[in-house]
T-cell receptor, first 114, second 113 residues
Framework: NAGVTQTPKFQVLKTGQSMTLQCAQD?????MYWYRQDPGMGLRLIYY???????DKGEVPNGYNVSRLNKREFSLRLESAAPSQTSVYFC?????????????FGPGTRLTVL | AQSVAQPEDQVNVAEGNPLTVKCTYS??????LFWYVQYPNRGLQFLLK??????LVKGSYGFEAEFNKSQTSFHLKKPSALVSDSALYFC???????????FGQGTELSVKP
């Protein structure tokens, strides 16, 4: 099992450009999440999908959109990138509904917006 | 609102000494608490969790955590630190909806030989 995979690993964008971060999991989890990590701020939830066909905003959704393509895949789109979106982005998945719902994380995408 | 606080940005210990990384929480109802570790340029790895039952929870790599309801704390501990334990540690509490996790800001653990 690959677990949670993310592409790309690194990306540099210019202000105003768009891009999509891809995430896939092979653990048959029903829930998936997108976080951003910034120094001294821990991980902040951008969007999540509790189950296939549903998405909800997290703590910092502005400037982002998501698509739950199927049970395996959950993508994050930046329509018009801004320097404030320079961050490390992590995708995670879990078997929500069970009490023991620890999340499993991908390796991250390091994004720089110039 | 639920929240988690890690009062120390950095913890320094000597190899072989015991270590403690502190975490306090604020929730309504029963807390579901987690510890994760992040090595440089890697994703987060699950260490342990408290759901219910015994207040001392044992996890991966020799780590354990003590749940204290009266002090609303969930401190991470290890009896004897290794240099390889040096990493960023996150405490988290389960959110109300969708299995969300709310993370603390992280504590950098540095173990010196």
């Amino acid at each position: 099992n690959a677990g949670v995979t993310q592409t790309p690993k690194f990306q540099v964008l210019k202000t105003g450009q768009s891009m999509t971060l891809q995430c896939a999991q092979d653990m048959n989890h029903n829930s998936m999440y997108w976080y951003r990590q910034d120094p001294g701020m821990g991980l902040r939830l951008i969007y999540y999908s509790a189950s296939e066909g549903t998405t909800d905003k997290g703590e910092v959704p502005n400037g982002y959109n998501v698509s739950r393509l199927n049970k395996r895949e959950f993508s994050l789109r930046l329509e018009s990138a801004a320097p404030s979106q320079t961050s490390v982005y992590f995708c995670a998945s879990s078997d929500w509904g069970a009490v023991y719902n620890e999340q499993f994380f991908g390796p991250g995408t390091r994004l720089t917006v110039l | 609102a639920q929240s988690v606080a890690q009062p120390e940005d950095q913890v320094n210990v000597a190899e072989g000494n015991p270590l403690t990384v502190k975490c306090t929480y604020s929730v309504s109802g029963n807390p579901y608490l987690f510890w994760y570790v992040q090595y440089p340029n890697r994703g987060l790895q699950f260490l342990l969790k408290y759901i219910t039952g015994d207040n001392l929870v044992k996890g991966s790599y020799g780590f354990e955590a003590e749940f204290n309801k009266s002090q609303t704390s969930f401190h991470l501990k290890k009896p004897s630190a290794l240099v390889s334990d040096s990493a960023l540690y996150f405490c988290a509490v389960r959110g109300y909806q969708g299995g969300k996790l709310i993370f603390g800001q992280g504590t950098e653990l540095s173990v010196k030989p």
